[in-house]
């Protein structure tokens, strides 16, 4: 109970903390509870991790909350993966347009294909929320045949989600 309190809580309490603090006492804690055990204190984690990514530079996130924001989307847990793909557009956003077009789109792509209906479905809605943090390039040569795949599934959510984020995607695309 006292791990999944403070991982609730550490994005709060770190937006108070100058980077100093953050990074040399706040940021070990994290990296542990980014790591527990149990997938809710991980999802947690990625919940806070927003608020810290904020506090931090480019050259600041690459270094000390990229690694587990990546990780966890690769999660054993689906649930872990649910939450990535659900915040994706606030992870674009709090990292800026060229991290998440250089290294989080990448690993975004990917969920657009999870074996979990929930992980894959919350990809394709959150999809539209993030393209603005995209290059026109990757979104054609990267996400553009995804969808195509996805439109294919004849679950109708899939096919919803994939139609409002290709008339998103067209007017950046063209």
Known sequence: MIRRACALRLGEFGSHLDKTTL?????????????????????????????????????ENQVHTLGTLLAAAEDQSWKVRLCFAKSYSKFAEAYGKDLADSNLIQTFVGLLSDSEPEVKNAAVHSLSNSIKNTSPEKLSGLVFPQLANIYADSQTSFKSGCATALCEMASIVG
């Open 23 to 59: 990074i040399s006492d706040l940021m070990p804690i994290f990296r542990q509870l980014a790591q527990d055990e149990q997938d809710a204190i991980r999802v947690m984690c990625l919940e806070s991790l927003i608020r810290i990514a904020t506090k931090f530079s480019k050259e």
